[in-house]
């Protein structure tokens, strides 16, 4: 499964949407993927959600959150 870590951006002051967007637009039909930030993306995953993408997130021991989006069925 495909990784993205929007974490530096993030810490840098950065926006990454428009890198996720990107990093989506690369994927195989019915490819997953996974997102690490230092927050839990609410907004994003709504977003994704419209996309056809279901998510579990977990926080992470150092407070960052990892997001696993799978394509819905």
């Known amino acids: 499964m495909k990784q993205l870590d929007v974490r530096p ?3 840098a002051g950065g926006e990454p949407f428009m890198d996720i967007m990107t ?3 690369t994927l195989e039909p019915g ?3 996974e997102l690490l ?3 839990r993306p609410d907004p ?3 977003v994704m ?3 056809g ?3 579990v997130s977990a926080e ?3 407070g960052s959150w990892l997001v696993t989006f799978t394509p819905a069925d």
């Open 37 to 39: 930030a230092t927050f």
């Open 49 to 51: 959600e419209t996309k």
């Open 44 to 46: 994003l995953l709504k």
């Open 9 to 11: 951006t993030l810490l």
């Open 23 to 25: 990093f989506v637009n």
């Open 60 to 62: 992470l021991g150092d």
């Open 31 to 33: 490819e997953g993927f």
């Open 53 to 55: 993408f279901s998510n």
